[in-house]
């Protein structure tokens, strides 16, 4: 009987027992609850962290789309011709540059009867959109030819110039072995002349090949061949191609000798009435050309130029005014 009521009533340990496993569950269901909301509270952070990162790699992209868009107004406001033939865009011109593309405009080319020797200011871009400024001076050799020094930024180029009618053709090289010559287009003929800068008269030199008003490629074969001074017969082949910018490149052999040179045609001229082209060539093909028309004023003439490329390729080139200072 005794032994009955003791199993029937709790002792004091069994009773703490209850007590802390009741602790123990309450304990761990508010772990549970701390938890729950320490993950809530981690998730918040990772949002708005992730929210933070999107935020800013959306700052970066409008940054970006920004400083692109500035770019692109930048670029738009350096313009170059697309080839060595195409009007100039003058959006970037100072007041000077437009004042005289404006007189160029309501003149008419010259008829030929213009001295050009004296001194010149000069201004004009080159295929990359750079602009420039310089001088240039023009003494006479003798007849239609002439010798030039072009002054850029302290850097100075020597040239000859052959003149015909209101056509000049220039060839400029830092070597010594530098020619011009200067062909009237004709159907199916190239009709030139030609001097070396040690020369004193002109030589000729016929051409016929492919040549019509459209295009100049091909192949030719010297018909007649004549030097400056001693007036020596040569004959031989000249290869003409044109490059994507419109200068043409020009080969020639005769016997065991090959030149080179780059070619410009003048047919483009606004107003023109001849249709030249005109090269400056040598044996170690780095001649570079210049070619100007020169207008009714006697005191402004335009052009464009061309130099060959460095590691070879695709020529540079560029247009150029000119206005006479006396």
Request: proline share 3%; net charge neutral.
């Amino acid at each position: 009987m005794a032994l009955g009521l003791a199993l029937a009533v709790p002792t004091a340990g069994c009773k703490k027992k209850a007590e802390d496993s009741e602790k123990d569950e309450k304990a761990s269901k508010k772990k549970s609850s701390d938890d729950e909301e320490t993950e809530k509270d981690s998730k918040k952070k990772k949002k708005s962290s992730d929210d933070e990162e999107d935020d800013k790699d959306t700052k970066k992209k409008t940054k970006k789309a920004s400083d692109d868009e500035d770019d692109s107004k930048t670029a738009k406001k350096v313009k170059a011709p697309k080839n060595v033939d195409d009007d100039d865009d003058d959006d970037d011109d100072d007041d000077d540059d437009k004042n005289t593309k404006k007189k160029i405009k309501s003149l008419k080319p010259s008829k030929g009867d213009v001295d050009i020797v004296g001194s010149w200011t000069l201004s004009g871009k080159n295929d990359a959109g750079k602009k420039y400024k310089g001088t240039s001076k023009i003494t006479k050799i003798g007849g239609s030819m002439f010798k030039a020094t072009w002054t850029i930024g302290g850097e100075k180029q020597e040239g000859i110039i052959f003149k015909d009618g209101n056509v000049l053709s220039c060839g400029w090289s830092p070597k010594k072995d530098l020619g011009v010559i200067a062909y009237l287009v004709k159907p199916g003929m190239l009709d030139g002349v030609w001097f070396e800068e040690q020369h004193t008269s002109l030589g000729n030199e016929i051409l016929k090949g492919p040549a019509n008003k459209d295009a100049l490629s091909g192949l030719y074969t010297i018909s007649k061949g004549e030097t400056p001074g001693d007036k020596k017969k040569y004959s031989g082949t000249v290869d003409i191609t044109i490059y994507k910018s419109g200068v043409y490149k020009l080969t020639w052999k005769m016997g065991g000798q090959t030149m080179k040179g780059l070619g410009l045609r003048s047919h483009h001229f606004p107003g023109s009435d001849t249709d030249v082209l005109s090269a400056g060539f040598n044996d170690g093909g780095d001649a570079g050309v210049m070619q100007y028309i020169i207008y009714s004023d006697g005191t402004t003439m335009t052009g464009h130029w061309a130099l060959p490329a460095k590691g070879g390729g695709e020529p540079g080139w560029g247009k150029e005014t000119m206005v006479k200072k006396d």
